[in-house]
T-cell receptor
Framework: GAGVSQSPSNKVTEKGKDVELRCDPISGHTALYWYRQSLGQGLEFLIYFQGNSAPDKSGLPSDRFSAERTGGSVSTLTIQRTQQEDSAVYLC??????????????FGPGTRLTVL | DAKTTQPPSMDCAEGRAANLPCNHSTISGNEYVYWYRQIHSQGPQYIIHGLKNNETNEMASLIITEDRKSSTLILPHATLRDTAVYYCIVRVATGGKLIFGQGTELSVKP
């Protein structure tokens, strides 16, 4: 079946512009995660949505970052007034947290963001 | 901060077993050990997880010490396609974020 998809695959923007990154999770998955991976850095958690619960925003690096998940499915990560340090690969993952003791996260291919 | 410690890199000959160690001395009783890997330019991929018993699936085996302070991921017959960064993560099973460390970069050589 279809996996996690993300769009665009690549995004080049100018410093100060806003960008929106989209994630389509696996159908029926209750949980959705955003991570980012900067050049030479590890994977960094950003935000986590689980069902109708309040999202865990503890990983968002600044108030320029926000995310929403509409209808419990598609999610959009928005970065306002982009800075060069925002350049990274942004990864989305989903999981079916209705299952017990499993919760495998399935990752999308990522969006490579370059801020000039 | 990640709760695990892994060697930064390892080499393995093609066809041989790759044994990747992980230390997690502060693991809690309700935390599982998860392994993911990330092949270059791809998103991470789940491999296996376990609580205290050894586990095996079609990809790998996971050996967890009796005190649960360390574990070893075993790829029984490594291939060139197994070249990747391997991440060992501890987390409760009920879901939530994954905290990735630096992982081990495994190079499988012909």
């Amino acid at each position: 079946g279809a996996g996690v998809s993300q769009s665009p695959s690549n995004k080049v923007t100018e410093k100060g512009k806003d960008v929106e990154l989209r994630c389509d999770p696996i159908s029926g998955h209750t949980a959705l995660y955003w991570y980012r991976q900067s050049l030479g850095q590890g994977l960094e958690f950003l935000i986590y949505f689980q069902g109708n619960s309040a999202p865990d925003k503890s990983g968002l690096p600044s108030d320029r970052f926000s995310a929403e998940r509409t209808g419990g499915s598609v999610s959009t990560l928005t970065i306002q007034r982009t800075q060069q340090e925002d350049s990274a690969v942004y990864l989305c993952a989903s999981s079916d947290d209705r299952l017990s003791s499993y919760n495998e996260q399935f990752f999308g291919p990522g969006t490579r963001l370059t801020v000039l | 901060d990640a709760k695990t410690t892994q060697p930064p890199s390892m080499d393995c000959a093609e066809g041989r077993a790759a044994n990747l160690p992980c230390n997690h001395s502060t693991i809690s009783g309700n935390e599982y050990v998860y392994w993911y890997r990330q092949i270059h330019s791809q998103g991470p991929q789940y491999i296996i997880h376990g609580l205290k018993n050894n586990e095996t699936n079609e990809m790998a085996s996971l050996i967890i010490t009796e005190d649960r302070k360390s574990s070893t991921l075993i790829l029984p017959h490594a291939t060139l396609r197994d070249t990747a960064v391997y991440y060992c993560i501890v987390r409760v099973a009920t879901g939530g974020k994954l905290i990735f460390g630096q992982g081990t970069e495994l190079s499988v050589k012909p």
